[in-house]
């Protein structure tokens, strides 16, 4: 008896183009994003960026706020991603690790959506969701890289404090290069961390 072999699916060929598609989309929208701002990232000029007629972007991302927040989703998923796959470290790497998701461009990207978020009442909502998904789950990550014990009495607000200082450093960083004074201030936190996480 010979060996049956599956039909061919015609469709899955169709299917992988269309989430190559998707992904050139969004990681195009938070370069352009990061680069240009809000007002300089048109639903065209992310198409262009990502080689795909102005048609194909819209198919995947039916308006400008779809395009926009999904790419910040997507790379935000990616990073958390990447967070939870670290080994096991001392403090001072996780806190550099976790300093480093607010220096590079999927910050910057999602400073930009804020500021639009603030000024377009149809985007402030679907951002304001995203960022609140968002920071919970980089909490919990740091929470478990931390190996922090939050029933004890101001662990939370010491992990809490962590990632609003790493915000901060990520917004000094964005108009001039912060890397010695940010070297600095991980080393001393990830030091308060050890004292205050036992």
């Not at 183009?17 to 352009?32: P, Y």
């Amino acid at each position: 008896m010979g060996v049956v072999t599956p039909p061919k699916t015609p469709n899955a060929p169709k299917q992988d183009r269309s989430r190559a598609t998707r992904q050139r989309l969004l990681e195009a929208a938070v370069a352009c994003l990061a680069e240009h701002g809000w007002a300089g990232s048109t639903v065209s000029v992310v198409a262009e960026r990502a080689g795909v007629s102005r048609g194909a972007a819209q198919h995947h991302f039916p308006t400008r706020e779809d395009l926009f927040t999904g790419a910040v989703e997507y790379v935000a998923e990616e990073r958390s991603a990447a967070l939870r796959a670290l080994p096991v470290q001392g403090r001072s790497e996780v806190v550099a690790a976790l300093v480093d998701l607010y220096t590079g461009p999927l910050f910057r990207a999602a400073l930009h959506l804020w500021v639009a978020a603030s000024n377009e009442e149809q985007l402030r909502p679907r951002v304001t969701e995203l960022e609140a998904r968002v920071g919970r789950e980089t909490h919990r990550i740091a929470v478990e890289l931390l190996d922090a014990d939050e029933t004890r009495p101001g662990v939370r607000e010491t992990v809490q404090g962590l990632l609003d200082m790493a915000r901060g450093l990520g917004l000094a960083n964005l108009l001039t290069d912060d890397t010695t004074r940010r070297t600095r201030v991980v080393t001393q936190w990830a030091s308060v961390l050890d004292e205050a996480l036992g």
